[in-house]
């Protein structure tokens, strides 16, 4: 990108009837002196110091226009110019914007950060100066100080987060939002409790230090499980953290995109006048919200890579600066995430949380998949056993209403318990009164209480 792909050429040349002829190349090749330009397809990325940052195109027709001859300043021609621009610095088809973090070819994590981009590894962080071949779209707001402090957030922390658990969980995720996919470990974060607890204010802080857009979104879960008319998806291409204020109280009908971006897996996007294409984001989810998610046809999938953190702490005194107080930390808490990120690379797998929040995730646990989760408590496989249809029905009834959660249909409840469980299968026998036959359930049994 040091030099210009346009070949030499005079500005001005002279046609036989003596009329000037001006050359669009040497003009683009202007342009392009002024305005240091990556692009894929129609997409713009300019250099700004420290990273490709996404452009609008429409953004530079005042420059294109300004680098005209006199004579030939018109809209026509500095589209022209941005035309040759824009062909001249398209990037090769193995080459792709990588939002503000990456690996290296040893493995370590490269993060684009304000003074520089720094290197993590398992035993090693190296700050070295930005680079323009990394391909990097955006740069975290917070500065590099292996010496910051941020005293005012672990103050927070302790308030809202007092077992030891949940503070090694919620920096262990913070530090997956500055690793560069999601296939290694398939984790999602919700941090649940009622209002005034310090969700968003910890939240906010630990997003501060990353920055704004494109870096961070904020779609719903409904947008991200919208299907086929998920137009937002896009968003998330160069996204660092997706930070979803509130879960939707409704039922998610089509979680496969929550899914595949939980995984890391390919997902087809597009916006909602564009064409579809292939899109590999790493961007983490994050929920803050007083409910829990309910997926239709939900399974151990979601169990697996939630973690949940229970907030049900209010503080003693409400500081109505310490949001700004926070912001003034925001190199310490960077300081404090990269840690997390090391112990990454060092094979710590990802906390459960306190018992607390092991109990919220308890409770996800039935209402997502209500049907493994009674079979895992109540029920017990059996060859030999058998079980009435009607006392299988009560002990539901039972384990719903324990949890305070609100009965769900029987007839639901023995379809998802075949489906699921093939050993299950239903009979019939004969009952105490002659002709009678009764229903029941072969292949298990209850589970007797300890």
Not at 186 to 191: G, K, S, W
Not at 222 to 236: H, M, N, R
Not at 431 to 444: Q, S, W
Request: aromatic residues 8%; proline residues 5%; glycine residues 8%.
């Amino acid at each position: 990108m040091n030099e210009s792909p346009f070949p030499k050429a005079r500005l001005v040349e002279f046609a036989d009837a003596g009329k000037d002829k001006f050359n669009e190349l040497l003009c683009a090749r202007a342009f392009a002196r002024k305005v240091k330009l990556r692009t894929q397809g129609d997409r713009w990325y300019v250099w700004n110091g420290t990273a490709w940052s996404p452009s609008q195109r429409d953004a530079y027709r005042a420059t294109a226009l300004a680098i005209l001859p006199q004579q030939n300043r018109c809209a026509r021609h500095a589209r022209s110019v941005m035309d040759h621009a824009e062909m001249a610095a398209q990037m090769g088809p193995e080459e792709t914007m990588r939002g503000a973090v990456a690996f290296d070819e040893d493995g370590a994590t490269l993060v684009n950060c304000a003074n520089g981009v720094l290197r993590i590894s398992e035993d090693d962080i190296l700050l070295g100066s930005h680079r323009e071949d990394l391909n990097f779209s955006g740069c975290i707001q917070a500065t590099w100080d292996e010496e910051a402090e941020a005293p005012e957030f672990f103050r927070v922390l302790m308030e809202a987060l007092p077992e030891t658990d949940d503070l090694a969980l919620l920096q262990w995720f913070s530090g997956y939002l500055l690793f560069p996919d999601c296939k290694q470990h398939e984790v999602f974060l919700i941090c649940h409790g009622p209002g005034g607890t310090g969700k968003s204010t910890v939240s906010e802080a630990i997003i501060n230090a990353i920055g704004g857009s494109p870096l961070v979104t904020a779609l719903s879960m409904a947008q991200i499980c919208a299907g086929e008319k998920a137009y937002s998806l896009p968003q998330l291409e160069h996204a660092l953290v997706n930070l979803g204020t509130e879960l939707d109280t409704v039922e998610v009908a089509d979680s496969a995109n929550f899914k595949k971006l939980v995984s890391g897996e390919v997902i087809e996007a597009r916006t909602i006048y564009g064409r579809p294409f292939p899109m590999s984001p790493g961007a983490k989810l994050w929920f803050n919200s007083n409910d829990l998610p309910r997926f239709r046809h939900g399974t151990d999938a979601e169990l697996r890579r939630a973690r949940f953190l229970c907030f049900d702490r209010k503080p003693e005194k409400a500081d109505k600066r310490l949001k700004e107080k926070l912001k003034g930390e925001r190199d310490g808490i960077f300081r404090w995430m990269v840690q997390g990120l090391q112990a990454i690379h060092q094979g710590v797998a990802c906390p459960e949380g306190s018992a607390k929040s092991s109990g919220v995730k308890g409770q996800f646990a039935v209402s997502n998949d209500p049907v493994r989760a009674f079979f895992e408590e109540r029920l017990v496989r059996d060859p030999e056993g058998e079980v009435t249809k009607a006392d299988v029905a009560d002990e539901f009834r039972n384990f719903m209403d324990h949890r305070g959660f609100p009965p769900k249909a029987i007839e639901q409840l023995f379809r998802g318990l075949y489906q699921r469980f093939p050993f299950i299968r239903p009979a019939r026998r004969r009952g105490d009164t002659p002709g009678e036959r009764e229903r029941v359930l072969t292949g298990i049994s209850l589970r007797e209480d300890e």
